[in-house]
């Protein structure tokens, strides 16, 4: 089939097999490999991109169903400078083998809209906000990405300083 | 993967038309199919892509709310008069899966998710729910995440959601449209089917039949409560969850709607637990009671011992906190 896609800001016409996933579409077609393939099931969040700024899991979604949608992956969100996020992830020390980042961060780029937009989450003690980023907040909001060297002390602090940042 | 035709409906009797085809099958945030479609636990030679129907909007109606089969589960959760009037739905919906799969994951999708049985997903071993006949390698295996009530010889898997068990608990309803392009509505309690000998068929759709909404008539209770026990804090499924819906009046209850999920192969409810609650003034006896009413008949297969203490504990805890 052909498609086009949209992968930060740049359109993309390929000749894709219906089964092919956004995820392979990025590595395999595009050669966009900061996107990474832990699982391929859902369960761990490396996978991750922004599909019209939310994130989603790119290994659980087909990519012709993606025709039209801006699509932002790990690749995209710097433009010369790091993001803020990125940024953070460098100075806590955010990884140890990297495997997970680039999911980590397009992960904590929505979530931090997601908080803006006052989204309340599994902990947040009443759903009518406010909600603050607490240490429970910030683990449920980040349950989706694992990190297989738990990194996390340095992710949450990442998170938390990019945060400041923005606010 | 097997191979498979993808095609984008335009409109809903386009969908349905498809949908009827031969091995077809819908696809809405894909979530739970492309799973079972990579482990060829399910192989539709078609694909019929439901999210570019206008089916994404939440409506208000006759007092309560129409939710479009294809709003993530993201929004409806986020949504400020679900927040404020069914909090229940909310709750149900954080507590699944993560935030990357709740943007993508649709409300008609996660009523029709299948059973996360582990032998369910393996095709080397039999599993009636996959290939009818086959025999079920979960009685005699592994039954940590398996039912206690509603089973049968046959099959002893349980539904997975979250939501739907909020949904049975508030009284929602279904509405399907179908090839024909006659649109009819299920309550939560007449939509879903017990094993009995045919656990392959798990609702009452037919082929083609699509989800178009799902109903939220106004709340009969404010007192809303979920609770949702799992493995790990987060980004796991239920091992029993509870969804209450309870209204108080002069220190009686006046309004009981009790949802559990972990429990059953459908969002369980038990009209003898809603009826023994009815009218009565909340008590530590009486919510003992109802946990007895609740499991009795409750056959458990060695790993899903655990679940009746669970329960035991669970449902007091919860109507105590949801009539306080
Ligand atoms: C790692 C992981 C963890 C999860 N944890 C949880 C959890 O804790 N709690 C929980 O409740 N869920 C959990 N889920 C499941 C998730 O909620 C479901 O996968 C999701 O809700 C399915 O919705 P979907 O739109 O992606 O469905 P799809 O995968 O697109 O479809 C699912 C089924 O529904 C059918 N279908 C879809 N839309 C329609 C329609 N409109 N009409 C008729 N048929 C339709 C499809 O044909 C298919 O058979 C988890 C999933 C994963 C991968
Ligand atoms: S419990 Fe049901 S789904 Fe699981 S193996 Fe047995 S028949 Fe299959
Ligand atoms: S690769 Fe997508 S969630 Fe693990
Ligand atoms: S840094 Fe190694 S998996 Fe996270």
Redesign the interface.
Known sequence: ?QITLTINGADHTLDL???V?LLDALRDHLGLTGSRKGC???QC?AC?VL?NG????SC???A??HEGDAITTVEGLSDGALSPLQQAFIEHDGFQCGYCTPGQIC?AT??LD?LA??????V?PS??GPCELTEAEL???????LCRCSCYPGINAAIRDAKGHQA | ?K????L?AENTAAACHAGAGRGAAF?A???NL??LM?LEVMAPGK?V?V?RLGLDRIEEEAGGLRIGATVPN?DL??DTRI??DW?VL??AL??G?????R??ATTGGNLLQRTRCPYFYDTDTPCNKRTPGEGCAALGGETRNHAILGTSEHCIALHPSDMAVALRALDAQVEVQSPEGNRRAYDMDNFYCLPGDTPHIETMLEPGDLVTSVFLPAPKGDRQVYRKVRDR???AFALVSIAAVIRMEGGRIAHAAIGFGGLAPQPWRDIEVDATLTGTTPSAALFDKVADILLQGAETHGGDDFKIPLVRRLLPAVLEEATA
């Not at chain 1, 683990?139 to 990405?145: D, K, L, Q, T, W």
């Not at chain 2, 899966?97 to 799969?101: F, I, K, R, V």
Request: no cysteine; aromatic share 6%.
């Open positions: 089939m097999d219906p089964r996933t391929d099931q859902g969040g991750t599909v939310r994130r989603i899991n659980l979604s087909l012709v169903m992960s929505a979530m997601e937009a006052g989204w309340p989450s599994h947040s759903l009518d683990a449920e909001r980040m349950s989706g990405n | 993967m191979p498979f035709d993808y984008r696809i945030g894909g979530t492309l799973d990579k694909l892509d999210t993201s959760a986020a927040r404020r909090p909310s709750r954080l507590a899966a993560s935030g990357q799969l943007n993508k804090a987060s980004y």
